[in-house]
């Protein structure tokens, strides 16, 4: 069920992504490739790279500024119009992390303290993990609420974290006896919402695992891509004829969703055109559909990343318009929590 939108908000739709490392297949699936779908469609779209968070682990410096300008171009070579969208890194719009304050101080400790990511990151180390690692769920939902946006395109990893935005938002609204916030929607959508390892099925696709060969890259070129694919985990069986037939079977059934996702298709389709099929025969496919869909976009990475201060120029342009977005409503919050604003 929708909740009625707050007045003066009108559908809008934010989304992130970290630059610490580079865009996998993960990301590209269960985010990137959504979140030009959404551009396409009309709706307001602003999306962030979200330097701020991706610091709360330790980051290189140099690293971190090559990744984000990496994940610039790959926003764009994936289709992102910086005209139509905007699209920046977080830490040149500060509303953010000022709205992070405030929600610093509305998000409760036991909150926090239940987010499985922290949980998964923190591991059995939690007192030596940075205090933006915990407080990271916060921000996140600044960058969301900084403009009262309405609609979360993510992956299904994200799902708790916008649970907690919701939160925040009606805590505020009833801390304040506003409506100011709305109750944002999580859109997860689409055959690839949560791309898994391929070494481990059971695991998700992910930049920070150690092992290079778990994930496809969006810097892979098509070599890399294909070996990748004919070393994935799988089974010895064929594929069967039905999605029920891959219950148990997470390796294929991650490479059944890959294929249904990059070729637009459902899993259903897949295995109704595969069925009976060895992965000697499903492999091949697979790595084909991922060349002929990626390379493009690494090509076309590799060609802006040539020209880093153009990068930079887009990513300044988008944080100005984002900036003009975010501002008034930050200003509004102050009002509200009862700040004074007298240096204008
Ligand atoms: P991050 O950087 O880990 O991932 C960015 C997006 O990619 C999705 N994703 C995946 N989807 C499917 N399968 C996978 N294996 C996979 N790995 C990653 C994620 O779900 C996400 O949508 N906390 C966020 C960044 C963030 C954000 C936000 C997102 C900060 N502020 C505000 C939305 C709105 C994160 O760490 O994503």
């Known amino acids: 069920m929708t909740t009625p939108l707050p007045a003066g908000v009108t559908p809008r739709i934010f989304s ?3 630059p610490s490392g580079g865009l996998t297949l993960g990301n590209y699936l269960g985010a990137l490739k959504r979140f030009v779908e959404k551009q396409d469609e009309g709706i307001e779209t602003v999306y962030c790279l979200v330097d701020m968070h991706a610091i709360t682990v330790w980051q290189d410096p140099a690293k971190l500024r090559h990744a984000t300008r990496e994940a610039a171009a790959g926003f764009i070579a994936a289709g992102i119009d910086p005209a139509r969208s905007i699209l920046f890194n977080q830490s040149q719009v500060t509303a953010h992390v000022e709205l992070g304050w405030i929600f610093n101080c509305v998000a409760r400790m036991g909150w926090m303290g239940r987010m499985t990511q922290f ?3 923190a591991g059995k180390n939690s007192e030596n993990v940075s205090l933006g690692l915990f407080a ?21 990893d994200q799902k708790q974290h916008l649970e907690l935005c919701r939160d925040i938002a009606i805590k505020f609204n009833n801390d304040y006896k506003v409506d100011f916030f709305p109750v944002v929607e999580p859109i997860i959508e689409g055959a690839a919402t949560r791309v898994m390892s391929l070494r481990d099925g059971t695991k998700k696709m992910s930049k920070s695992d150690p092992s290079d060969q778990s994930r496809i890259n969006l810097t892979d070129d098509a070599d890399t891509i294909a070996a990748k694919i004919r070393k994935a985990k799988t089974d010895p069986e064929p594929l069967p004829d039905s999605l029920e037939g891959l219950k148990d ?9 890959i294929y249904a996702a990059l070729a637009g298709a459902t899993p259903d389709a897949v295995v109704g055109e595969y069925a009976g099929a060895q992965f000697g025969k499903f492999k091949p496919a697979l790595a084909d559909l991922a060349v002929a869909k990626l390379s493009p976009i690494t090509t076309e990475m590799t060609r802006l990343m040539a020209d880093p201060a153009e990068i930079d120029r887009i990513l300044g342009a988008g944080a100005e318009r984002a900036e003009t977005l975010a501002r008034p409503v930050v200003e509004q919050v102050y009002d509200i929590v ?6 204008r």
């Open 16 to 18: 992130g992504i970290q």
């Open 119 to 121: 949980k998964d990151k």
């Open 136 to 156: 990271y769920p916060a921000l996140m939902a600044a960058d969301i609420l900084a403009y009262r946006a309405t609609m979360v395109p993510v992956g299904e």
């Open 249 to 257: 079977r997470p390796e294929a059934r991650n490479l059944v969703n």
């Open 338 to 343: 009862g700040m004074i604003r007298s240096r």
